[in-house]
């Protein structure tokens, strides 16, 4: 239980008082950008009332059907993503079209990583999820619990 005094009546968490849960999410026909803000919110530990701002107090996410994933308008034929090798002329773009299909957990990573906090605590909760593009996932032992979103 976080300790609350009586000058100041928000919780702060501390480290050893962290409870996480594993969460499995199925991205079967969700909108990208909709799985990625839900899956955000659940890495921070917005949706707990001990939520603290500078603790990684969120769950774990285990995100399968990757490659089923959709996105609207045009974006499949126009979203770009763009890597670069730290070499001059070292610039690649691939489109959203062959990345799905050649890497699908790489669209989603990409998703929530954007929508994280920029700092190592967002590195950290990013750490949390884990993306599958099928079916099959290694993490039964964890025993996640179904999530709709």
Known sequence: MPIIS??????????????????LVDATDKTLGRLSSAIAARLRGKH??????????GDNIVVINAAKVRVTGKKRDQKIY???????????????????????????????KGMLPKS?????????????PGEEHTLNAQKPIKLDI
Not at 89 to 110: C, M, N, R, Y
Not at 120 to 132: A, E, K, T, Y
Request: aromatic share 10%.
């Open 6 to 23: 009586p000058i100041h009546r928000t919780p702060s968490l501390k480290k050893e008082e962290i409870k996480k849960s594993w969460y």
């Open 48 to 57: 707990k009332s001990t939520f603290t701002p500078n603790q990684d107090c």
């Open 82 to 112: 763009y890597k670069h090798s730290l070499y001059p002329g070292g610039l690649t773009a691939t489109t959203f079209k062959d990345l799905i299909k050649k890497q699908p957990e790489k669209v989603v990573l990409s998703a929530v």
């Open 120 to 132: 190592r605590l967002g590195d950290v909760m990013l750490g949390n999820v884990r993306v599958f």
